[in-house]
């Protein structure tokens, strides 16, 4: 076979060209199949420490591999990238673009060079995967990783330079489905779990496992909201004092898409065995974590909080990190586990994304649904915010439903039978065993239950209801209306009336009618006294 590019086996710098090496700006590709075909990159997130080029010399591209093992190279000098990111360029990046120039070469039955690395070979390479990875989201990743390593060679100058193609995969995001938050039963039960768990590693003196930093990570992951990077790239320095309270500490972690810090305030708490805080407090977590695996970062070097020795297989007895696929690894038997099922019974899928979803959406709750605070407590934009994390309550495709169910009723003129002398009622009334409808009287308590719905018609009950209310502080004394009533004015107030601001000169006239001319069930207190 021709070789388009003559190549010398294992050949050796000379003086001069490591000495002009050293000299020059530009890092000078050094030519031939290098001693030592693998690269070295220390505990990081991903789990792998090693990448052997080997497996790719002798395949007809030779030159192509000689260059990116160096490039990989120096860039692990460099400050950046992170390694575990370098890791994903070898394995996601070059493994995949490796075999298609096994491919490509086979087609062109010549070797392939530096010059060979053209605008029609990546073209050719984007519609490969295209084919091989039609959800568009792993497509997607492998040419961004191999670019990442091409655009660094281009600025090395080690081969001609070019412009790449620009978005080769829109829209690949909206192909793959997003994870979804965890209803609030199921965030729940995820909790209670690791709360029994996390209270006897806490006990522990020993190191840490590999299962038992996953679990210690889960815990750290609902409180915080971070995602699975930055979490196992958590430094020893991550826990800082809170620089104006002495009962907080600071989470600061890197944020590594957009390229920025996240730092989140954390209480925390002086008594770990409480078994209330113990969950809570993240600090309390990870300083336990630091403070038994110390000696196993000792031994490497290492500042990863989520270090640990391995028990099995060929690595047993080596000191690693925490990686994403050991995370869900152990996350099905910790599952298993604890039994934990879904809102329909079944297994309970967990994983990061989903605890980061359900704390950006409890964030959205409890901010009043301000997505402005949201999206800074979350570090991103409100738009990302809104576009990706936030999701609608399983409530509120029943409300909205019901709702216009309820105004397609008022509009055609039909009766309401569900109506209140409050409001309206979501709940169909139930029937005895004669078939007669039985009606819900307890009309006290609708103001706190979650099937009452107010319209703009209703307000004119509600208002004679609130006026009533008010009225029964004088009769009853002070202290057994604030006990019994003050809720119910309270909750008018603050969560219903703010919801009719944009018909404010309607609200104030109804509230007057409604005090001057109440509605005949609320005219007189016997009323509220048959009900209450």
Not at 348 to 366: C, G, P, Q, Y
Not at 392 to 415: C, H, Q, W
Request: proline share 4%; with cysteine; net charge positive.
């Amino acid at each position: 076979m021709k070789n388009r590019k003559d190549f010398n086996q294992a050949e050796h710098e000379s003086s001069d060209e490591k000495a002009l090496t050293a000299s020059s700006p530009t890092p000078i590709l050094k030519p031939g199949i290098p001693k030592h075909t693998a690269v070295h990159f220390g505990p990081n997130a991903t789990g792998s420490q090693n990448f052997d080029f080997s497996q790719h010399y002798g395949q007809g591209f030779d030159a192509i591999t000689n260059a990116v093992q160096q490039t990989i190279e120096i860039m692990l000098s460099e400050s950046k990238p992170q390694a575990s990111t370098v890791s994903k360029y070898c394995y996601s990046g070059y493994k995949n673009f490796a075999d298609y120039l096994v491919i490509y070469r086979s087609a062109l039955s010549l070797d392939l060079g530096l010059s060979d690395i053209t605008p029609e070979l990546l073209q050719n390479y984007i519609q490969h995967l295209k084919i091989h990875y039609p959800n568009g989201a792993s497509a997607k990743n492998h040419y961004t990783h191999i670019k990442s390593i091409l655009v660094k060679m281009q600025k090395m100058a080690w081969f001609e330079r070019f412009d790449f193609p620009k978005n080769p995969f829109p829209y690949s995001n909206r192909k793959m489905k997003g994870q979804t938050a965890f209803s609030k039963a199921e965030r729940r039960r995820v909790a209670n779990a690791l709360k029994i768990d996390i209270n006897e590693i806490l006990k522990k003196s020993d190191p840490l496992t590999s299962y038992e930093l996953t679990v210690c990570l889960l815990g750290i992951a609902l409180r915080s909201g971070m995602n699975t990077t930055p979490l196992l790239e958590m430094t020893i320095d991550s826990i800082q004092d809170h620089p104006l309270k002495e009962n907080r500490k600071l989470l600061v972690l890197y944020k590594r898409r957009g390229n920025a810090t996240h730092i989140q305030s954390l209480r925390h708490a002086k008594s770990v065995e409480n078994a209330q805080t113990v969950l809570a407090d993240v600090a309390v977590i990870a300083a336990h974590i630091i403070r038994v695996n110390a000696p196993l970062r000792a031994k490497i070097g290492s500042d990863l909080v989520f270090s640990y020795q391995s028990t099995k297989g060929d690595n047993a007895g080596e000191i690693t990190s925490l990686s994403d696929q050991l995370i869900l690894y152990y996350i099905k038997p910790w599952v298993k586990q604890h039994q934990l099922k879904n809102d329909n019974c079944d297994a309970l899928k967990v994983n990061i994304s989903r605890f980061r979803k359900t704390f950006e959406n409890r964030i959205w709750a409890l901010s009043g649904g301000d997505p402005f605070v949201t999206a800074a407590m979350s570090n991103h934009t409100v738009s990302t915010s809104v576009t990706h994390y936030l999701e609608a309550p399983k409530e509120a495709e029943k409300n909205f439903n019901y709702m216009g169910k309820i105004r397609t009723d008022e509009l055609l003129g039909s009766v309401i039978e569900n109506n209140t002398p409050v409001s309206k009622c979501s709940n169909s009334p139930k029937t005895d065993k004669n078939g007669n409808k039985i009606y819900c009287t307890d009309f006290l308590s609708c103001i706190r239950c979650r099937n009452m719905v107010v319209t703009k018609e209703d307000l004119y009950r509600l208002f004679s209801f609130y006026w009533l209310i008010v009225y029964e502080r004088e009769q009853i004394g002070a202290k057994r209306w604030r006990k019994y009533f003050a809720h119910i004015i309270r909750i008018i107030d603050r969560d219903i009336v703010p919801k009719f601001d944009a018909d404010a000169d309607y609200v104030s006239t109804i509230r007057a009618e409604a005090q001057a001319n109440p509605h005949p069930f609320w005219k007189n207190r016997a009323q509220l006294e048959s009900v209450a």
